[in-house]
Nanobody, 126 residues
Framework: QVQLVESGGGLVQAGGSLRLSCAAS????????MGWFRQAPGKEREFVSR????????YYADSVKGRFTISRDNAKNTVYLQMNSLKPEDTAVYYC???????????????????WGQGTQVTVSS
């Protein structure tokens, strides 16, 4: 099992930036892919981004492409989400998740990820 702890959320004005971090412990970090999801009030949890074990492959939701950047530091057991040009519609609780490749499914499906953090709130004011 893996423990994931997100940080870096907060309140920011539209057009601003935030960097989220997710610290992992309990399993060798470089052996699994990581993803970021978000959930706005009254909505389903949705895919934001994913990064492979060695950072060679990344995916982004169309809604954040060109504005968000995912990265990871395997030496620090941490994955990051740099969020620029934030919009009010980016307001949500952001979750990081670990994919141990034990489940099937697509990279953008919540079902593919086995461990989840508790989430960090991001609020973008207009």
């Amino acid at each position: 099992q893996v423990q994931l702890v997100e940080s870096g959320g907060g309140l920011v004005q539209a057009g601003g930036s935030l960097r989220l971090s997710c610290a992992a412990s309990g399993r060798t970090f470089s052996t699994y892919a990581m993803g970021w999801f978000r959930q706005a009030p009254g909505k389903e949890r949705e895919f934001v981004s994913r990064i492979s074990r060695s950072s060679t492959i990344t995916y982004y939701a169309d809604s954040v492409k060109g504005r968000f950047t995912i990265s990871r530091d395997n030496a620090k057991n941490t994955v990051y989400l740099q969020m620029n040009s934030l919009k009010p519609e980016d307001t949500a609780v952001y979750y990081c998740a670990a994919d141990f490749d034990q489940y099937g499914g697509t990279y953008y499906s919540t079902d593919k990820y086995e461990s989840w953090g508790q989430g960090t709130q991001v609020t973008v004011s207009s």
